[in-house]
């Protein structure tokens, strides 16, 4: 079974500075995906970037990009430029890419809550 | 339409009640979830439905019955519930297709059991 762990519960930052959400795996399978999930308090959970194993590059989506280290399996988010709205919860999260009903299931941490101070 | 849409998004129901959570989605995704996410927790897998049909039950009490009565809906029946069922009842949706899309989740019901 694959576990997913967050070892920051919390973690605050500088509005407009830059911040790094740890986040580490462990799996026997060679091809799956990963995602950031932001949970702010209005409860949807938002996807904010995904990372295909198979994939050396690291994926980016404006202010968010991520260090993936597969070998260490390791995923790293980096926020930068923080803003106020950036507050929130964060969930790292797994996925199979096998078929079957086992890659229905997202396999997330425990999360790791971000504070931003103005 | 990029929506999950839930609703109420407020409960508060008796242990002998039946009440009903529901879930709309209109793109297309045929892969529709259902998660209890106690607070300061992670969303809990509970109900996955592929092709409208029951793909995963992860050993749910019987007082919880999910229905898929077509591909855009997902309801959850909740009936003779505990307290500590009380939580974040979370829908979501995705391709079946696609497993790196991600999934797509609605805002939740907040439901206390009392």
């Known amino acids: 079974a694959q576990t997913v762990t967050q070892s920051q519960p919390e973690m605050s930052v500088q509005e407009a500075e830059t911040v790094t959400l740890s986040c580490t795996y462990d799996t026997s399978e060679s091809d799956y995906y990963l995602f950031w999930y932001k949970q702010p308090p209005s409860r949807q959970m938002i996807l904010v970037i995904r990372?295909?194993?198979?994939?050396?590059q690291n994926a980016t989506e404006n202010r968010f990009s991520v260090n993936f280290q597969k070998a260490a399996k390791s995923f790293s988010l980096k926020i930068s430029d923080s803003q106020l709205g950036d507050a929130a919860m964060y969930f790292c999260?797994?996925?199979?890419?096998?078929?079957?009903?086992?890659?229905?299931?997202?396999?997330f941490g425990k999360g790791t809550k971000l504070s931003v101070i103005p | 339409d990029t929506e999950v849409t839930q609703t109420p998004k407020h409960l508060v129901m008796g242990m002998t009640n039946k009440k009903s959570l529901k879930c709309e989605q209109h793109?297309?995704?045929?892969?529709m979830y259902w998660y209890k996410q106690k607070a300061k927790k992670p969303p809990e897998l509970m109900f996955v439905?592929?092709?409208?049909?029951?793909?995963i039950n992860e050993s749910v009490p019987s007082r919880f019955s999910p229905e898929c009565p077509n591909s855009s809906l997902l309801n959850l029946h909740l009936h003779a519930l505990q307290p500590e069922d009380s939580a974040l009842y979370l829908c979501?949706?995705?391709?079946?297709?696609?497993?790196?899309?991600?999934?797509?989740f609605g805002s939740g019901t907040r439901l206390t059991v009392v």
């Open positions: 990372q295909e194993a198979y994939k050396q």
């Open positions: 999260a797994y996925r199979s890419a096998r078929s079957g009903a086992g890659s229905y299931q997202l396999t």
């Open positions: 439905y592929s092709y409208e049909k029951l793909s």
């Open positions: 979501a949706s995705s391709q079946v297709w696609d497993r790196g899309a991600g999934y797509t």
């Open positions: 793109m297309g995704h045929r892969a």
